[in-house]
DNA sequence: CCATCAAGTAACTGTTTAGTTACCGGCACG
DNA sequence: CGTGCCGGTAACTAAACAGTTACTTGATGG
């Protein structure tokens, strides 16, 4: 109830105390949303269920309502967390120490990376568009979160174009969503592409192969 | 039961005839597919309806179970025609008749404004991968239907090496790649692409510049 | 050692869902 | 004329579902 300094202390001496983990509030809340996730990810909105999200994080649907509220605010948490997880990552990398060429080709290479590494990322973007971005547009913490993305791209960009290595058309948003299309497409829908190319795509051969192709075309598309 | 002369002779007359329209098995049927294809378009697999699909078909459970038997056949019959359509209308193109850049030029278009006008086939795309292809897999009538497409692309892309124009290197199945990607991840992802970015990629200016964008990029890509 | 309070459990509720069954009505044919 | 068949209706059922409530457990501070 009343969060004096005397609570206060206490809190800080039970967090720092070995405990018997028969409770961990911290712990059952993560295990929740990483459950979540992964079952948001495998089966959609629609067919997520919320006992199984409960069962996978070792607890019971009590707990996920009384950390999340509903069904419905812990999918837009697990979106969140995806979204500043890959731009987190991405602000990292410091494209804008390199020179232009091998910065574009580093942004191409890292979002690739990504997305083979993160594939629940790319079902839960999937699942957030089927439904027109019914639940991203009402997050409140996301607005910010991207636009540092394309304000270094777009420098990056200019420094090629003064250095007469890109053209003047290229055009920051552009670049990225050249990038993002190529990785996005072919881990997505690798599944009907395979089966209808009857071509494997996922063999490492495959992917080392189009991770090249990506950093080819996207260069290719803006060099002079 | 028995498909005699007699019995043939008169479905015919009975086809031709002006009737109450209280009974059209054919109109039926085509209704529960067309409103089954939006239904699964807009909800996916776990999120779709079949109370919905037959009231958007104007129609009853009981005939949508008559005609397709369940909830997954009936999606797989949905997933079937989507592609089915594509293909056919690509088929049409004749892409081999024209010279190679033209070709591969009218190829991208092809694809951009068919995917454009045909929202639900990206979707239900979607929603197959985010179940790793297990219905498409199950498909006997559309292992062939793909290889005619690769089969016309590769000989454009040969005429174009041999014509001096293409890079030895351009593959087949890679340029089809690209095409779709930059297509398909454009338009499924409009909704949080343009939440996130702040500016509406839908804009008949914008879906100009994209078309162009694609055609440049995959040009770009394979030529010498 | 007892009172308190939060973490956690499990059984329950009202609703929704895929799939079924019992029935209706008109048409073709004997 | 009446019988069987087929397109179509609507009410039903069993299971699954999101969300709730009554309860247990165990650590802590007095």
Redesign the interface.
Known sequence: MNDTGESAKKKIKRASTERTAQRDPERTRAAILEAATREFA???????RVDAIAERAGTNKRMLYHYFGDKEQLYLRVLEEA?VGIRTAERALNIGTRNPEDAIGELALFTWRYFLQHPEFL?L?????????RW??QSVR??E???HL?GELSEVLEEGKKAGVFSETADP??VY??I???G???L????????????DLITPDNLD??ER?IV??TL??IKR
């Open positions: 495998e089966n959609g909105m629609g067919g997520a979204y079902s973007l999937g699942t957030e568009n089927l439904h027109r971005a991203l547009r996301l607005k979160l991207h636009s394309i948003l552009n969503l050249t993002a299309s190529l996005y497409f072919y997505s829908n690798q599944y009907t592409l395979s089966t209808i190319f009857g071509r192969a189009w192709h080819h075309v290719a598309s």
